[in-house]
């Protein structure tokens, strides 16, 4: 059964910065496009970022763009989301996710992190 387990979340002041870890099993992870979603209390679950199969395409939602930077380790079976100068707004719970084909599904998902961000 295919795993997707994210850590590194937590309790940050407004400014600070978190790296995001999502970690693959049973996954060929390296055939699979990677995203990030989140979802604040009593909002929708939002796109964040995603990166391809390589590594070498990103996309980002507006509100992350120049602050957050999402990266992989095909060795490690591993995607990141290095998370900098962070706002209160940036508070919810982060997922990961994996995609065999670019579009709207996403194939696996992780349980989630939380992340917090103090004012």
């Known amino acids: 059964q295919v795993q997707l387990v994210e850590s590194g979340g937590g309790l940050v002041q407004t400014g600070g910065s978190l790296r995001l870890s999502c970690a693959a099993s049973r996954l060929s992870f390296s055939s699979y496009h990677m995203a990030w979603f989140r979802q604040a209390p009593g909002k929708e679950r939002e796109f964040v970022a995603r990166?391809?199969?390589?590594?070498?395409?990103?996309d980002y939602t507006d509100s992350v763009k120049d602050r957050f930077t999402i990266s992989r380790d095909n060795v490690k079976r591993t995607v990141y989301l290095q998370m900098n100068s962070l706002k209160p707004e940036d508070t919810a719970v982060y997922y990961c996710?994996?995609?065999?084909?670019?579009?709207?599904?996403?194939?696996?998902w992780g349980q989630g992190t939380q992340v917090t961000v103090s004012s």
């Open positions: 996710a994996a995609q065999r084909y670019f579009g709207d599904n996403y194939d696996y």
């Open positions: 990166i391809n199969w390589s590594g070498r395409s990103t």
